[in-house]
């Protein structure tokens, strides 16, 4: 399956500067691989190292939020849309 991620400007450098980029995958953890194979480099700012999604970094596919899915089991049908969003503290 063919989906549109969307890069944060932080992981722009992985993607030599682009906002969206295409990757393959039927699961978000397939597409997270594909991602990786791609723009090497990009995988270790996403997931942890048990290979599970860091703790501050939230990640849609279309609008629902995989924490409250499936998490990287998550289904990325074709031309669905994966935003990845870094958590943004402050006070």
């Known amino acids: 399956m063919s989906v549109t991620v969307r890069i944060p400007t932080?992981?722009?450098?992985?993607?030599?500067?682009?906002?969206?980029v295409k990757a393959e995958g039927a699961t978000l953890g397939e597409?997270?691989?594909d991602l990786e194979q791609n723009h090497?480099?990009?995988?270790?700012?996403?997931l942890?190292?048990?290979?599970k999604?860091?703790?501050?970094v939230?990640?849609?596919?279309?609008?629902?939020?995989?924490?409250?899915e499936q998490g990287l089991q998550t289904p990325t049908?074709?031309?669905a849309?994966?935003?990845i969003i870094p958590a943004v503290a402050g006070g």
């Open 31 to 33: 597409v997270v691989a």
């Open 77 to 79: 049908p074709d031309g």
């Open 58 to 68: 939230n990640v849609y596919v279309n609008d629902d939020d995989v924490r409250f």
């Open 48 to 51: 942890d190292d048990q290979g």
């Open 40 to 46: 090497p480099g990009i995988a270790a700012r996403i």
């Open 53 to 56: 999604l860091r703790r501050f």
């Open 10 to 20: 932080i992981l722009r450098t992985y993607t030599g500067g682009s906002a969206e």
């Open 81 to 83: 849309g994966v935003s």
